[in-house]
T-cell receptor, first 115, second 115 residues
Framework: KAGVTQTPRYLIKTRGQQVTLSCSPISGHRSVSWYQQTPGQGLQFLFEYFSETQRNKGNFPGRFSGRQFSNSRSEMNVSTLELGDSALYLC??????????????FGPGTRLTVT | AQSVTQPDIHITVSEGASLELRCNYSYGATPYLFWYVQSPGQGLQLLLKYFSGDTLVQGIKGFEAEFKRSQSSFNLRKPSVHWSDAAEYFCAVVRPNTGFQKLVFGTGTRLLVSP
């Protein structure tokens, strides 16, 4: 079974621009979560989507948004980029159903650099 | 607020020696517990998980972890470290029975393996 894939792997953007990152979960997984990893803040939860609905959201400004498609693929968007948005963005998928939790499997991440 | 503490930022172990990485959590109830490993420039790989039952859990790559409720700990161990184990290790928790997929991570422990 193929793992979680993320595209692109690397991205360089300028302050003020917007960016869209993509994540394809493991086949059959309906839950997709996004995390931001920075040296200063560590790994922080952004949001989770399940069956095209945002189920949970972390403590990030509204510039960070996401969506999930009917095939469970997910995208996250960051508008009006700031230097502090430079980070590794990780996507994770899980076969979670309802309130039953299962482990999350992570993709390789997208390294975003904002200049 | 829920938190995860990994008290050791760096640990250096000789190849062939045993390893123990510490993890303590602060939660209202026993959470689900995970250990992930991250090699440079890579995503997170799940080593093992604890949901319930036997408090000693076996994972991949020869790792094991022991859940101790009385100490709110979930320490990761390996009897004999290989040079390829050099990486960063993250302990994480998630609140059970809520459907919330939000993983809360510790700050990580970087393992260095000396020859």
């Amino acid at each position: 079974k193929a793992g979680v894939t993320q595209t692109p792997r690397y991205l360089i953007k300028t302050r003020g621009q917007q960016v869209t990152l993509s994540c394809s979960p493991i086949s059959g997984h309906r839950s997709v979560s996004w995390y931001q990893q920075t040296p200063g803040q560590g790994l922080q939860f952004l949001f989770e989507y399940f069956s095209e609905t945002q189920r949970n959201k972390g403590n990030f400004p509204g510039r960070f948004s996401g969506r999930q498609f009917s095939n469970s693929r997910s995208e996250m968007n960051v508008s009006t980029l700031e230097l502090g948005d430079s980070a590794l963005y990780l996507c994770a998928s899980s076969s979670a159903i309802g309130t039953t939790l299962y482990e999350q499997y992570f993709g390789p991440g997208t390294r975003l650099t904002v200049t | 607020a829920q938190s995860v503490t990994q008290p050791d930022i760096h640990i250096t172990v000789s190849e062939g020696a045993s390893l123990e990485l510490r993890c303590n959590y602060s939660y209202g109830a026993t959470p689900y517990l995970f250990w992930y490993v991250q090699s440079p420039g890579q995503g997170l790989q799940l080593l093992l998980k604890y949901f319930s039952g036997d408090t000693l859990v076996q994972g991949i790559k020869g790792f094991e972890a022991e859940f101790k409720r009385s100490q709110s700990s979930f320490n990761l161990r390996k009897p004999s470290v290989h040079w390829s184990d050099a990486a960063e290790y993250f302990c994480a928790v998630v609140r059970p029975n809520t459907g919330f997929q939000k993983l809360v991570f510790g700050t990580g422990t970087r393992l260095l393996v000396s020859p």
